[in-house]
């Protein structure tokens, strides 16, 4: 089971930290991604961190601004989000990869947490 | 980044008949050293997240009903559903994993006519 919070609403230019706690699996024997989907359309890839953080990447379009980590003692990874931006606004899903390294096989989702980015 | 493109953007099947959808990629997303396409299929449920359906373009999740079936290489790939059921309504998603980013197609609506 994966369970994101942290979602809401925030002005744009501030921050948010979403956090994703894990249960059901070993956590540390697995990458996880952050996908987001903004209302009524598409899935776009965030970013992703492989089991022991050795690996880590970013969408162009949150390059800079997003930073990803995880703490595996906690089964938990996050996603803080800082200089918000009105297109930033979405779903974000906490999804776990099929292995340890970030290979983008997307084999479970959480239910996702909805961050919404307006003044 | 590698494009995904779907067709239909949306279709309409009577039940008990046969779906079929279709994505290309921009690039070739077969991996030659190993003989696999880094291609996905997902199913999104309203008000749910993405399920799995197929990985490597043909392989079926476990669990997942075998009247879906996935098929195709290199940058063009079909999913199939067989004797469409009223639960398969939804939309559904292709996505690649040959690089990084991993991206999806805009997605195909699947309703009952």
């Known amino acids: 089971q994966l369970v994101e919070s942290g979602g809401g609403l925030v002005r744009p230019g501030r921050s948010l930290r979403l956090s994703c706690t894990a249960s059901g699996f070993t956590f540390d024997d697995y990458a996880m991604h952050w996908v987001r989907q903004a209302p009524g359309k598409g899935l776009e890839w965030v970013s992703h961190?492989?089991?022991?953080?050795?690996?880590?990447a970013y969408a162009d379009s949150v390059k800079g601004r997003f930073t990803v980590s995880r703490d595996n003692a906690k089964n938990s990874v996050y996603l803080q989000m800082n200089s918000l931006r009105p297109e930033d606004t979405a779903f974000y899903y906490c999804?776990?990869?099929?292995?340890?390294?970030?290979?983008?096989?997307?084999?479970?989702w959480g239910q996702g947490t909805l961050v919404t980015v307006s003044s | 980044d590698i494009v995904m493109t779907q067709s239909p953007d949306s279709l309409a099947v009577s039940l008990g008949e046969r779906a079929s959808i279709n994505c290309k990629s921009s690039q070739s997303v077969l991996y030659s050293s190993n003989n696999k396409n880094y291609l996905a299929w997902y199913q999104q449920k309203p008000g749910q997240p993405p399920k799995v359906l197929i990985y490597w373009a043909s392989a079926r999740e476990s669990g997942v009903p075998a009247r879906f079936s996935g098929s195709g290489s290199g940058t063009d790939f079909t999913l199939t559903i067989n004797s469409l059921q009223a639960e398969d309504v939804a939309i559904y998603y292709c996505q690649q994993y040959y690089g990084t980013p991993p991206t999806f197609g805009q997605g195909t609506t699947l309703e009952i006519k």
């Open positions: 999804v776990k990869d099929k292995i340890a390294a970030a290979e983008g096989r997307f084999d479970y």
């Open positions: 961190i492989s089991w022991n953080s050795g690996a880590i």
